[in-house]
């Protein structure tokens, strides 16, 4: 019985603020479900199941590629596969994420030594964020590696700075001295203030892809976008469309003032051989250019 209260509590925890919940079988068979996951994630870490895979951003203005944001995949085999939004949530739960994070830092930072001035991004999780020891490690990797800090991006979500914003804020502070900027991501999702960025002065918002699409044919939308753009410009952020899917959204993340944009319409997420061969490729038209 003190067990199943127990679920019950730490299921309405997981759920929000003023919630009652009641136990019931289906949470006993997801909590087997998530110790499952756990212990193959254990056994993909150690038999290196997982890849970074890389989706490029572009020069609003031009289409150049200007920058990239690495993603975690999951190479399962004949497996049922696993989504990252299915298996991060269990690795931050389960304190794998920190090892498994860490992995995903270091592998994304020595394949962007490749590619010269291109930045990258990567994100963190809240767990990340409340390990003291995550901040000593972003310097060790950036100083065994040679990565240029300016070049390196870390996206974080609301979520992680609202659970213990004066960890997070210490954290943050730490990590820009080493010349790393901060992202926020998911822009639009949330409730954030006009405190609450100036509180943690990002380098960038990258409006969520639900903005995006809702502000092509809503004007409540497109008025609640075009605001939030100008907000990141009078705090000096620069802003990237996320989600971006058609030519008439991209037009629109344009016109807004947009910095950046990234989406299926210009590149899904690839291998870092593909990355090798688009920035090879973009290298080559600039300086035929050039030439010309």
């Known amino acids: 019985m003190l067990r199943r209260s127990d679920v019950a509590m730490y299921t309405s925890k997981r759920g929000g603020k003023m919630r009652c919940t009641w136990f019931n079988e289906t949470f006993d068979r997801r909590r087997e479900r998530v110790r499952e996951i756990e212990d193959e994630i254990r056994a993909g870490i150690a038999a290196g199941e997982f ?27 004949n497996r049922d596969p696993l989504g990252p939004t299915v298996f991060i949530p269990v690795a931050e739960d389960s304190g794998l994420i920190n090892p498994l994070g860490l992995w995903v830092l270091r592998q994304a930072v020595c394949d962007a030594l490749r590619w010269g001035e291109i930045s990258l991004s990567v994100n963190i999780s809240a767990a990340q964020l409340r390990n003291p ?27 992680c700075l ?13 990590i820009r001295s080493f010349g790393v900027r901060i992202a926020l991501d998911d822009f639009g999702t949330g409730y954030a203030s006009i405190g609450f960025l100036r509180r943690f002065r990002f380098e960038k918002l990258k409006l969520d892809r639900s903005l995006i699409e809702l502000a ?20 000096n952020m620069a802003v990237t469309a996320e989600g971006v ?7 629109l993340a344009r016109l807004a003032g947009c910095d950046q944009i990234q989406g299926w319409l210009y590149y899904r997420a690839v291998p870092a051989a593909e990355i090798d061969r688009l920035i090879a490729a973009q290298n080559a038209g600039l300086a035929g250019e050039q030439v010309a």
């Open 162 to 174: 609202v659970l213990d914003p004066m960890v997070a804020e210490r954290t943050l502070d730490v």
């Open 216 to 235: 092509g044919g809503d004007d409540g939308s497109r008025a609640m976008m075009l605001s939030s753009i100008a907000l990141a410009r009078a705090l």
């Open 133 to 159: 020891e995550f901040p000593i490690k972003l310097g060790e990797v950036l100083e065994e590696t040679g990565f240029p800090p300016h070049q390196l991006e870390l996206e974080v979500t609301e979520t």
């Open 245 to 251: 899917e058609t030519e008439e959204q991209a037009e």
């Open 51 to 77: 890849m970074v895979a890389y989706q490029p951003l572009v020069d609003a203005g031009d289409g150049r590629i200007v920058a990239v944001e690495a993603l975690l995949r999951w190479d399962r085999g």
